[in-house]
């Protein structure tokens, strides 16, 4: 996955938007201001960290060792850093992105879910 791909990935959810509220490198993907996934594009290897549920997050990490990893300067259990131009599957990793997207919506107030026909 290039860093052209991961920006349109995490832009084609409903409602996503791009911020850098730390610094013009960290890319910061938010749907209704909630974030779902941090990067920095210009950044070799390209990671992106994603909240994941705890038990996969788990589970995640051991099948895939040094590419899957607890989530950097984030809460461990529910966030991993995922290496996405390294051996990692490009399905596997649009599949974390759109969980992550999911998970974050999933803790919405029900009227914003209902606006993005999320209920």
Avoid: Q
Wanted: net charge negative; with cysteine; glycine share 4%.
């Amino acid at each position: 996955m290039t860093p052209e791909d991961l920006r349109a990935l995490c832009l084609s959810f409903e409602a996503a938007v791009e911020d850098f509220p730390f610094n013009p490198e960290t890319s910061v993907f938010k749907v209704l201001g909630k974030v779902f996934a941090l990067t920095a594009l210009d950044e070799r290897p390209l990671t992106v960290s994603l909240k994941c549920d705890p038990e996969d997050a788990v589970r995640l990490r051991a099948e895939h060792p040094g590419l899957i990893v607890p989530g950097w300067h984030l809460n461990k259990r529910h966030w991993n850093t995922v290496t996405v131009d390294a051996d990692l599957p490009d399905g596997l990793a649009r599949e974390l992105v759109e969980d992550s997207y999911d998970l974050v919506v999933a803790g919405l107030p029900r009227a914003d879910r209902l606006r993005l026909d999320r209920p």
